[in-house]
């Protein structure tokens, strides 16, 4: 089905502590494609004994992987995003067989996650502490950054493959070892990362990777067990904040990314034509199943009805079909569950006034399957508030500056906003006045490896990418020296 040129990187076996192996019960949970419902692969369902005995083998490594000098951790940092560089394709195929993502935006993943990887190879080096001045003669202050020490990572199926490597690339730099749990739904791409990373040269325990489709059992190992000193998440706030208060038990560090609303502004003196791109990029990439896509589209009256039929024309050009199809660009939603909740969030648009410009309902071909769908809503729908997740644009009106701020700004979240204005001074105010962790102006597409990605309010805390981001897995030791 996968036509691989390297088959060893589809594996059936989970990664701990440096040997791959199945569930200590036997058990095992198909992993299948949403595309067409065909099984793609079959890995351990592991639980709590398993995860224990990852973060163990992950606390004998420790000492061994962060005495190693930053040269010698970027250098297999390095090694490790060659080795991701050269089987792109590979692990392309693989993604996308298992989240259902188009090969041409699966490709595109294993770049910006390998860049990740690159990245914190070079800011291994650069974890650069300081001298102070001190108030007190004959006395020096000294600030050195040391390894969090060992860490979980938990991330989500949309980007298996990108979650992944920006959560372990700054934990290997930083000198931590790290026990990941990937999502049920993709795991293949996590494993296929770990016999990468073997192959590299990451020694034993220092990254191990446990499959399971028992999240709760495994997610309370590693919150609760005293050896995990940090938990990086990314998922749903709901989620998040459970394993914040399950992680409170032993005051570990928190990383956490968690759901979004994003805004997405349109003033009258947008450029619409660059405008309809952005919307385009942010909300339809991956079926409109990422944490930072545009969930309202807060267009000025004035420009209204021209922004939505160039809108309208765009999303209409989207080609939904297999991943393997050569011209598809707009897949399937990852489960039934996913697909209800779409159905769901149409009819209460609809029926708290909304009108339906294109789409609505799920493709003939597949129940997974969602027509690119556009509507303009009332703030009384539960898509305001709501997170999409889907391929579903909702549009809404405002008249001035002031009003659209207030309407951005009236969620629990902060993760990503995104306007448009060839006006420098507004771009500075409501850049200024939104509250979001990350913020979009002129354009629809925002991550990359030298930012810092996260957000604020219930989006969650700490940041991932940039030299931020190495931090999150440094503690900071200060001494006191008498002279």
């Known amino acids: 089905m996968l036509d691989l040129a390297n088959p060893s990187l589809l594996k059936s076996r989970a990664y701990i502590d440096g040997r791959w192996l199945p569930s200590n019960r036997g058990a095992t949970f198909n992993v299948v494609c949403p595309s067409d419902g065909e099984p793609v692969g079959q890995v351990p369902n592991m639980g709590a004994s398993e995860t224990a005995e990852a973060i163990e083998g992950a606390h004998k490594a420790l000492s061994a992987w962060k005495a190693l000098t930053a040269k010698a951790r970027s250098d297999v940092l390095k090694a490790l995003f060659n080795l991701l560089h050269t089987n792109k394709l590979d692990l392309a195929r693989i993604l996308a067989a298992e989240s259902g993502k188009p090969l041409v935006e699966a490709t595109a993943e294993i770049a910006y996650g390998a860049a990740y990887v690159e990245w914190f190879a070079e800011e291994a080096r650069r974890a650069y502490g300081d001298v102070i001045p001190s108030n007190s003669p004959g006395s020096r202050i000294v600030v050195t950054k040391e390894p969090v020490g060992v860490c979980a990572a938990i991330t989500p199926w949309n980007f298996p493959n990108a979650m992944i490597t920006r959560k372990i690339a700054p934990a290997l730099a930083a000198g931590c070892t790290i026990v990941v749990k990937p ?4 795991p293949l791409s996590a494993l296929a990362i770990a016999a990468l990373a073997e192959q590299a040269g990451v020694p034993r325990g220092v990254l191990s990777v446990i499959t399971s489709n028992k999240s709760a059992e495994v997610g309370e190992e590693l919150t609760q067990n005293p050896l995990v000193k940090k938990l990086s998440f990314t998922g749903s706030t709901r989620v998040g904040k459970m394993l914040a208060a399950q992680a409170a038990s032993t005051v570990k560090r928190l990383s956490l990314e968690l759901g979004g609303n994003a805004p ?14 952005g919307a385009m990029a942010s909300k ?16 000025q009256r004035g ?52 009108d339906l410009i294109c789409g609505g309902k799920r493709h003939r071909s597949n129940t ?15 898509a305001f508030r709501e997170e999409i997740f889907g391929p579903m644009a909702v549009l809404y009106t405002f008249d001035d500056e002031d009003e659209v701020i207030g309407m951005a700004n009236d969620v629990n979240v902060g993760l990503a906003a995104y306007f448009y204005t060839q006006d420098l001074a507004r771009s500075w105010r409501v850049g200024d006045a939104l509250e979001y962790g990350m913020i979009g102006i002129n354009t629809g597409v925002i991550s990359n490896e030298a930012a810092p990605f996260g957000g604020v309010k219930e989006s969650g805390q700490g940041r991932e990418g940039s030299k931020y981001g190495l931090n999150d897995y440094m503690e900071i030791k200060y001494r006191a020296i008498g002279l």
């Open 368 to 382: 997974l399957f969602f027509e690119p769908t556009i509507i303009k809503a009332n703030q009384s729908a539960a």
């Open 183 to 186: 999502s049920e739904e993709t």
């Open 284 to 299: 339809f990439r991956n079926a409109g199943q990422t944490c930072v896509c545009a969930n309202r589209i807060l267009v």
């Open 303 to 354: 420009v209204f009805d021209e922004f939505r039929d160039k809108l309208q024309q765009a999303a209409q050009n989207l080609k939904t079909g297999h991943w393997s199809e050569r011209e598809t660009t707009l897949g399937p939603l990852i489960n039934s569950a996913a697909a209800q909740k779409m159905d769901d969030l149409v009819e209460d648009a609809l029926e708290t006034g909304g």
């Open 264 to 277: 997405f502004i349109v003033f009258e003196d947008a450029d619409l034509d660059a405008a309809v791109t």
